[in-house]
């Protein structure tokens, strides 16, 4: 089993409309999550810190389930600019480094 | 600030030969990173330093080489190029583990 897995897609949402896909990962010690977010060709960008209270930050909230032990992004309102694939990333709390999922594609149409 | 530079663009190579993948940040960043990104993929972690002096291997090293002889500078040297190196490259800074900034990649073609 991968360490962090994603659902492909890509997620087909018409303009305006709400999506919203998980992540999964597989080590229980993991402690740090976060959503980048790559546009075609380019390189990731920090999105957003997913926290155990989870976290809103404008159309996109994100949410932790250690219990389950998956993430989720939900984005509101979809725009045409939202159009993206969403990595999820999983830290472990030793070590440094960052465990990325192969990403979620979205594809916001008219 | 330039943030992170990754040079060159792109490039192609044959078989066998090598090359090094620059990078550098002006953010005084002490952790740095190499990914590798296969077409529809997510990144894998090559090597990683937390430090001038410190270098570390990910996931995927083989094949690969990096020196962190500066804060700034993290350059990635494939020895004996393969077409299994075909691939995206991205370096990331960061002043921690948690909060990474990326280059613009380089794209390299190895026929």
């Known amino acids: 089993r991968k360490e962090v897995e994603q659902d492909p897609g890509p997620f087909n949402v018409p303009e305006g409309a709400t999506v919203a896909f998980n992540c999964t990962y597989s080590?229980?010690?993991?402690?740090?999550f976060f959503w980048y977010r790559q546009d075609c060709r380019k390189e990731p960008k920090l999105l957003m810190s997913?926290?155990?209270s989870g976290n809103e930050d404008g159309r996109f909230t994100a949410q932790l389930n250690r219990a389950s032990q998956y993430i989720s992004l939900l984005i509101r309102d979809s725009k045409l600019s939202d159009s993206a694939t969403y990595l999820c990333?999983?830290?472990?709390?030793?070590?440094?480094?960052?465990?990325f999922g192969g990403g979620t594609r979205v594809l916001v149409k008219p | 600030n330039a943030g992170v530079t990754q040079t060159p663009k792109f490039r192609i190579l044959k078989i066998g030969q090598s090359m090094t993948l620059q990078c550098a940040q002006d953010?005084?960043?002490?952790?740095m990173y190499w990914y590798r990104q296969d077409p529809g993929m997510g990144l894998k972690l090559i090597y990683y330093s937390v430090g001038a002096g410190i270098t570390d291997k990910g996931e995927v090293p083989n094949g690969y080489n990096v020196s962190r002889s500066t804060t700034e500078d993290f350059p990635l040297r494939l020895e004996l190029a393969a077409p299994s190196q075909t691939s995206v490259y991205f370096c990331?800074?960061?002043?921690?583990?948690?909060?990474?900034?990326f280059g613009p990649g380089t794209r390299l073609l190895v026929l």
């Open positions: 990333v999983v830290i472990k709390a030793a070590g440094n480094k960052l465990t």
């Open positions: 990331a800074s960061g002043r921690n583990k948690e909060t990474q900034y």
């Open positions: 080590n229980s010690a993991s402690q740090s």
């Open positions: 997913v926290y155990s």
């Open positions: 953010m005084n960043h002490n952790y």
